[in-house]
Nanobody, 122 residues
Framework: QVQLVESGGGLVQAGGSLRLSCAAS????????MGWFRQAPGEEREFVAL????????NYADSVKDRFTISRDNAKNTVYLQMNSLRPEDTAVYYC???????????????WGQGTQVTVSS
């Protein structure tokens, strides 16, 4: 069982930065692939980024590539999403999730956090 709690969301102007954190409970955290997803109002949930347990696998959605960076600290049971050059279209609720496999589909993830709101003003 893995419990996930996101933090770090907020309101930022376009061009600004935020760093999201996802704290996980459970001693098996280091064996999971961790992903970030987001969902804007009226939109479907979409994949943002994922990272493998040993950091060998990292994948980004094209829309965030070169602007967002995913990382993890297994000693702290935490995964991060550094978001730079934010745009109004990045506005969404951001969720972290845990999976046993490197997948970009949300249905492949077993555990989810409650989400944190990111709002980017123009």
């Amino acid at each position: 069982q893995v419990q996930l709690v996101e933090s770090g969301g907020g309101l930022v102007q376009a061009g600004g930065s935020l760093r999201l954190s996802c704290a996980a409970s459970g001693r098996t955290f280091s064996t999971y692939f961790m992903g970030w997803f987001r969902q804007a109002p009226g939109e479907e949930r979409e994949f943002v980024a994922l990272i493998g347990w040993d950091v060998n696998i990292i994948n980004y959605a094209d829309s965030v590539k070169d602007r967002f960076t995913i990382s993890r600290d297994n000693a702290k049971n935490t995964v991060y999403l550094q978001m730079n050059s934010l745009r109004p279209e990045d506005t969404a609720v951001y969720y972290c999730a845990a999976s046993r496999a490197a997948r970009t589909k949300g249905t492949s993830y077993d555990y989810w956090g409650q989400g944190t709101q990111v709002t980017v003003s123009s």
